[in-house]
């Protein structure tokens, strides 16, 4: 199967080099995009030097916009699994093998690695679990199906869902609402246990101050779209 | 009871309203699909401004003590329709502007890697 990884980065100029370089040694088989989400840093120069293979956005469409640009990238080259994986160095490549397995065997459309079955790594603040535990609550409720990890970045989808981001894909909450949309649309969702690293140098997207606010909307985004949202084909 | 003169304000507002949505459409600074809701608010501001009584005969209706408070009831209510109606122009534009970004990116790769085939091809 024609794997590809997709490689969401902005601003990444400290972290992506390392990121590329240790998934093409850890996984030679699959292929990679970054897709660069017009960032402000030298992000782009540095992929042209290092010869990586890489989208270069003209503007800033946001995390959701980018990652969707990647899936249309997958979409018209024929790709059957596509991955997301964070170029800030959070995601560890020898993990991509246990994503793609489930779609290999035919046992889920959607699968997201999960850093809190089995609590190893990684694990961040007790008010982001919180915060993604009650996401969790939301989607069993909404989405009828057992999510730990909701907000995690690291997930692999298969070709029929990489057509349905390529049309649709959530933009303002993707990480979350991407589950709801494909439980909507009928697609099986499953989680696997992943380990995460720490960001190793830049900021993060979102920091504390913003969790509580991006809670509240995220939760009443997923009920939204339970309630309004079509369901694809 | 609408007043004389609150009436002559609300005339020549409303006049002046319609010749400047006129304006703009003839300047090319709005399209007419998006007009034609500001046009509709225009012509049922200049009927009420015309024939209070209509407005008189729907207050009655509806329970609202003075005409005045109807011809601000249907104005809000125009607001919002136009708000509704701007909000969802915008999304339409975001999603439009978003495809055009995406396409344009993957055509720059195209381009940027059979500029670099071709550079090589020449070296040789």
């Known amino acids: 199967m024609k794997v590809l990884v997709i490689i969401p980065a902005y601003n990444e100029a400290l972290n992506i080099v390392n990121t590329v ?213 | 009871m609408m007043t004389g003169i609150f009436k002559t304000i609300l005339l020549i507002g409303v006049l002046l309203y319609l010749m400047l949505i006129i304006y703009l459409m003839k300047k090319g600074r709005m399209s007419l699909k998006y007009s034609l809701v500001w046009f509709l608010a225009g012509v049922v501001l200049l009927v009420c401004a015309l024939f209070p009584q209509i407005v008189g005969f729907f207050t009655d209706l509806l329970g609202i003590y003075s005409e005045v408070n109807g011809v601000f009831f249907i104005g809000v209510c125009f607001i919002l329709l136009i708000i509704l109606s701007l909000t969802s122009i915008a999304s339409g534009l975001s999603d439009r502007i978003r495809t055009l970004v995406q396409t344009q990116a993957m055509l720059e790769k195209r381009v940027r890697e059979l500029e670099e085939k071709l550079a090589e091809s020449e070296k040789n």
């Open chain 1, 21 to 233: 370089n240790t998934l093409k040694s850890t996984c030679p088989e699959v292929d990679y995009v970054v897709v660069n989400d017009c960032s402000q840093d030298n992000t782009a120069a540095i992929c042209k030097e290092h010869g990586f293979n890489f989208l270069s956005l003209p503007i800033n469409l946001g995390i959701g916009g980018g990652m969707q640009c990647g899936y249309r990238y997958a979409f018209a080259n024929g790709y059957d699994i596509a991955i997301q994986f964070d170029g800030d160095g959070q995601h560890n490549a020898e993990y991509i093998k246990d994503l793609i397995a489930p779609i290999e065997a035919g046992e889920a459309d959607l699968v997201i690695g999960s850093r809190f079955i089995n609590k190893e790594g990684f694990q961040t603040s007790s008010m982001r679990r919180l915060g993604i535990n009650v996401l969790g609550l939301t989607l069993k409720i909404c989405g009828g199906v057992k999510i730990t990890d909701a907000t995690s970045g690291f997930r692999a989808v298969s070709r029929d869902v990489i057509e349905f981001f390529s049309h649709h894909y959530a933009q303002d909450y993707p990480e979350p609402e991407a589950i709801i949309a494909a439980r909507v649309s009928g697609f099986r969702v499953k989680e696997v246990p992943v380990v995460m690293n720490e960001r190793t140098a830049g900021v993060s997207s979102i920091n504390t101050f913003k969790s509580i606010y991006y809670m509240i909307k995220v939760t009443l985004a997923i009920i939204i779209y339970k309630l309004v949202g079509k369901k694809w084909r």
